[in-house]
Structures are given as C-alpha cells and as structure tokens.
T-cell receptor, first 112, second 113 residues
Framework: AQSVSQHNHHVILSEAASLELGCNYS??????LFWYVQYPGQHLQLLLK??????LVKGIKGFEAEFIKSKFSFNLRKPSVQWSDTAEYFC??????????FGDGTTLTVKP | DTAVSQTPKYLVTQMGNDKSIKCEQN?????MYWYKQDSKKFLKIMFS???????INETVPNRFSPKSPDKAHLNLHINSLELGDSAVYFC????????????FGPGTRLTVT
C-alpha cells in the first residue's frame, strides 16, 4: 500500500528565512506528486504538482519542489518565507489507479 | 463561480441524530471524494466515486453512506452521529485522466454534542 511521510509536523520560521519541508512516499510504480496548502480557516488548494518531465517544479507564490526518484522524495522549498505563508502544507501522492494518499501535514508558522 | 461547493458550512447536532452534507462541482469532473480532517489536521480519504460508481471505500463505519445521484453531486449521509464524528469534512473532485489534481470544497465543520 502506498504511504506518504512528512517529517516535520510543525515548523516555526522568521520572515525571510528559507523553507524546506520534507516529503517521502512509498510506492513502486508511477506516481503523480502534489503539494497542497491550507490557509487558516480555508480549504486545501494546489500549490504545485509533478507528473513528468523536469523534476524541479515551480508553483505559486515562489514555492518549488524537487522530485528525486531514487530517494522517493518530493521536498517543498521556498527561499524566503513571508508571514502570509503561515498555513498547513500537505504532500500527496496519486497512483495511476487514481488512489490519493495525503501526508499528515506540516504546520508552518512564520513570525513577522 | 464556486467550483466545488458544500452545504452546510457548519453543522451542530446531538449524538444519535442523522445528518447529510451535500457537495456539488461545476468543473465537469468525473471523480468526487469525501475526506475527513480531524482536530489535528490529519486528512483521511473516506470515499471516492467515479461516474457515480464507488471506487474507493476506506475503513469507515457503515453509519456513513455516500450517494452520488449524478457526476456533479456526491452527498454524505451519516446515521447515529457520535462524538468522534466531529471534524471538518471536505469534498473534492478531479478527473481520472492526467494528473488527478484535486479541487477541494470549503469544508463542512461538523460538531456533535
């Protein structure tokens, strides 16, 4: 069965600090990978996705993620966070069968 | 225009009651989902329907019964509500082709007292 592991449960940063959130998955076949963001009191929305091609993908609001197949990882990065990035971040994996698995989420708090 | 909508947004009810949450999407997607998000923000898939047919049914008490009258709607009925059912329930939709990117509804906060 596929699974997704997010290593950091709660990350606290100051504004302008760099961010990296870890995500590892377990599944032997082809996957599509996603990062979703949930701002306080809101629903999940897509931040970025990878399904083929360049393993370095860029998303909205200056976020990017790198797919490293050999490490089964899809870490999220941002060079300089802002207070408005405070949110819950979810890594997710979809297989070709359409089954979605979400990680447990990482709470990011950015201090102004 | 709202892509995925849910009603109601808030639902407060007593233990033992039966309640329903409705979901509609206007994106033309063929697959819809129900997720439960608990107080720790953990997001767990409950059900998935493709073209009105159940394709994913995770370990969920049979008090929960989804119904999909058509591709654009997926409702969730809950019988004999329990305290542990309190959570935020999110509906989502996607296509079964391409990347399966999901679009989420605003959520329904269910509180069972």
């Amino acid at each position: 069965a596929q699974s997704v592991s997010q290593h950091n449960h709660h990350v606290i940063l100051s504004e302008a600090a760099s961010l990296e959130l870890g995500c590892n998955y377990s599944y032997g076949g082809t996957v599509n990978l996603f990062w979703y963001v949930q701002y306080p009191g809101q629903h999940l929305q897509l931040l970025l996705k990878y399904f083929s091609g360049d393993p370095l993908v860029k998303g909205i609001k200056g976020f990017e993620a790198e797919f490293i197949k050999s490490k089964f990882s899809f870490n999220l990065r941002k060079p300089s966070v802002q207070w408005s990035d405070t949110a819950e971040y979810f890594c997710a994996v979809n297989t070709n069968a359409g089954k979605s698995t979400f990680g447990d989420g990482t709470t990011l708090t950015v201090k102004p | 225009d709202t892509a995925v909508s849910q009603t109601p947004k808030y639902l407060v009810t007593q233990m033992g009651n039966d309640k329903s949450i409705k979901c509609e999407q206007n994106l033309g997607h063929d697959t819809m989902y129900w997720y439960k998000q608990d107080s720790k923000k953990f997001l767990k898939i409950m059900f998935s329907y493709n073209n009105k047919e159940l394709i994913i049914n995770e370990t969920v008490p049979n008090r929960f019964s989804p119904k999909s009258p058509d591709k654009a709607h997926l409702n969730l009925h809950i019988n004999s509500l329990e305290l542990g059912d309190s959570a935020v329930y999110f509906c989502a939709s996607s296509t079964r082709q391409g990347t399966y990117e999901q679009y989420f509804g605003p959520g329904t906060r269910l509180t069972v007292t």
